[in-house]
């Protein structure tokens, strides 16, 4: 038999690189939306942060972030880090701290714009925790996906999503809560 012969297999898809709008479309969204939804709204938040308080004390409550990446790692992929590791993240965050004092950083803000602030480096460590779980996910061998989704890919989808929850935030914050965030400056 050639071609299209009774009984011949249909060709498989094993091997072809993943694209964008290929199989496994929901797949790929169910893996990525958290990704996208937090990157969003990480950002959203970081805009609303730096409209709330100085540049200097957002700075200091931003130099947070590579604490709650790795309590994220932690509790989300069950990663660990050693003492060194544990020290860099200390040291790093002790550094950042003390920059933002230097230039006058003061926590003598009112509640809401301190925790807006500090959401946006709780959100980072989300975002990154969930980019490696959805990467580890979709880049599997033996997925659905058979190892073919490439970094591209897998990015767009990100970008995508992110760039929508983004815009929905900025949509609101701007929209029907410009009163109310006027009154909080």
Not at 82 to 90: I, S, V
Not at 102 to 115: I, S, Y
Not at 125 to 143: H, Q
Request: charged letters at 10%; one cysteine or more.
């Amino acid at each position: 038999g050639g071609a299209g012969a009774a009984g011949s297999a249909p060709p498989s898809d094993a091997g072809c690189p993943s694209w964008v709008l290929g199989p496994h479309l929901c797949y790929k969204l169910r893996e990525v939306a958290p990704i996208g939804f937090f990157f969003g709204l990480k950002y959203s938040l970081t805009n609303l942060g730096l409209m709330l308080l100085p540049t200097s004390t957002h700075l200091l409550l931003q130099g947070t972030d590579i604490l709650w990446t790795v309590a994220a790692a932690l509790l989300i992929n069950r990663e660990r880090i050693g003492r060194l590791e544990l020290w860099a993240c200390t040291l790093c965050s002790a550094a950042s701290t003390l920059l933002s004092l230097r230039v006058g950083a003061t926590l003598t803000a009112p509640l809401l714009p301190l925790a807006v602030n500090l959401a946006s480096p709780m959100l980072l460590g989300l975002c990154i925790s969930t980019l490696r779980l959805a990467t580890v996910e979709l880049m599997r061998t033996d997925g659905p996906l058979n190892g073919t989704m490439s970094h591209g890919e897998l990015t767009c989808f990100k970008l995508i999503l992110s760039s929508l929850t983004a815009a929905l935030g900025a949509m609101l914050l701007e929209g029907i809560f410009a009163q109310s965030l006027q009154a909080l400056r």
